[in-house]
């Protein structure tokens, strides 16, 4: 019988990077794994909460779970999202723990599966999540206000209440509806071009088209949520709502404007957040020097030559996240400007490792990006520990929550370099307890 506890850290990682180079032993070892985890033998295991003064880890596996149950079991798609809600979970859950990280976090094709009940066309590759096809959208500006509430009971809103309920089953974490905010939802069903040229040239269009999504898609989904799920959370994304992509402005005036609209006056106001807008002025900050592939951080003062206009775009965003702060892999202000954030408004410190900083295949030179990724996230590690102790925590350390926090890989997948993830974790696991101030 396979025993969790015969994977130590860094155990499972070596196995991970031995299956992802094909070695049959591997192959046989991770299926003989899996095929425990998934007729529950790990159960017990997952109820284990990470240690509440220690700065802890966690990450965004559903890709890497796919790609090895496609290998050995020869899963599709479909049938992994779809079909089996105890598999979906125990195989993330288990993968979670081969890879050594600490705190479970459940996650799905977000984006994907907020559009398609919809009615939006989709894309289901063999051993890929799955994705809105951008060749077949759904509504247009002729049409949108003819979108209607989808059903929540059968479909993907019936798949991902059941995933939620297995998880909050097996772990005991309260369960974390992840779906897309307005800006985004809008983008997988009229088309990223098209409302970016709206953005520009029809504002008030794109407000009212936000609007109608938030009141008849997303408020009645998440009623639904909560009346299934009254101790749930809601954690929304809006990628193509960050600065990255339509600017600070836009992202102040449409995305999260929007956010905050559907949620006035909701009773579960406090429980729904977003925490991925990606690049505080990235779009307008260029870094001194010769550029690199692997761009550093910059200085708050350097970006867009103005820390007020940094402090307000902070601001907007803890209105819609007011549980923690978060850095990812796409802000480049300095790390030591998000600490600053946490402490001064009295909020935990989240940061993220993006899928670009650990991709295998974008590597030229890896015993120099290796050296690079040790230091950075000795500083990341660091960071999040000094702000644990100066700011308020409950007791828990939130380890029991199942969003994100302290470090945080936005996404784990086949293409991922096990090495880098190691040495990342190794700086978790090497931290000294944190000390709470009296």
């Known amino acids: 019988m396979t025993d969790?506890?015969?994977?130590?850290?860094?155990?499972?990682?070596?196995l991970l990077r031995r299956w992802q180079a094909d070695d049959p032993a591997a192959k046989e070892e991770i299926t003989k794994f899996l095929d425990s985890a998934i007729a529950g033998e790990f159960d017990e295991n997952f109820k284990i909460d990470a240690p509440a003064d220690k700065v802890h880890s966690t990450a965004s596996v559903h890709m890497l779970a796919l790609s090895i149950l496609h290998d050995l079991y020869g899963i599709e798609t479909h049938e992994y999202y779809h079909e089996d809600p105890y598999r979906y979970v125990r195989a993330n859950l288990a993968i979670s723990r081969l890879l050594g990280i600490s705190k479970f976090y459940m996650t799905w094709a977000l984006y994907a599966w907020t559009c398609e009940p919809l009615g939006q066309a989709m894309m289901y590759p063999d051993k890929f999540p799955p994705g809105a096809d951008p060749d077949?959208?759904?509504?247009?500006?002729?049409?949108w206000r003819e979108l209607t509430t989808p059903d929540f009971t059968s479909g993907v809103p019936l798949a991902i209440d059941n995933i939620l309920r297995v998880t909050q089953e097996l772990t005991g974490a309260s369960p974390t509806l992840q779906i897309t905010a307005p800006y985004s939802l809008a983008a997988d069903i009229y088309g990223q071009e098209p409302l970016l040229a709206d953005v520009v040239n029809d504002p008030d269009n794109v407000n009212a088209l936000l609007n109608h999504l938030g009141d008849t898609v997303l408020v009645p989904w998440m009623d639904h949520h909560f009346e299934t799920f009254p101790d749930g959370w809601v954690e929304l994304s809006d990628a193509s709502g960050s600065p990255f992509f339509i600017g600070p402005e836009n992202c102040k005036t449409m995305s999260i404007r929007s956010i905050r609209h559907m949620l006035r006056d909701r009773p579960y106001a406090d429980r729904v957040f977003d925490n991925n807008y990606r690049g505080d002025f990235v779009a307008e900050v260029k870094k001194k020097g010769r550029s690199s592939r692997r761009r550093g951080a910059v200085s708050a003062d350097t970006a867009a030559g103005d820390k007020g206009g940094l402090l307000e775009l902070t601001e907007a965003k803890v209105s819609v996240n007011p549980l923690f702060i978060m850095r990812l892999e796409a802000d480049k202000v300095d790390v030591s400007f998000y600490e600053e954030q946490a402490i001064q408004r009295n909020m935990p410190l989240t940061i993220g490792i993006g899928s670009p900083e650990i991709d295998r295949n974008s590597i030229e030179d890896l015993q120099a990006v290796k050296t690079e990724t040790a230091a950075k996230a000795g500083l990341f590690v660091a960071a999040i520990k000094r702000v644990c102790e100066s700011v308020d925590l409950p007791d828990d350390n939130h380890v029991g929550q199942s969003w994100p926090s302290h470090i945080y890989f936005e996404d784990v997948n086949g293409q991922s370099q096990f090495e880098?993830?190691?040495?990342?974790?190794?700086?978790?696991?090497n931290c000294p307890p944190i000390e709470r101030q009296n």
Do not use: A, Q, T
């Open 4 to 14: 969790l506890e015969d994977y130590p850290f860094p155990k499972g990682l070596h």
């Open 136 to 143: 077949n959208m759904l509504i247009n500006k002729d049409n």
């Open 420 to 429: 880098l993830v190691e040495l990342i974790l190794n700086e978790v696991r």
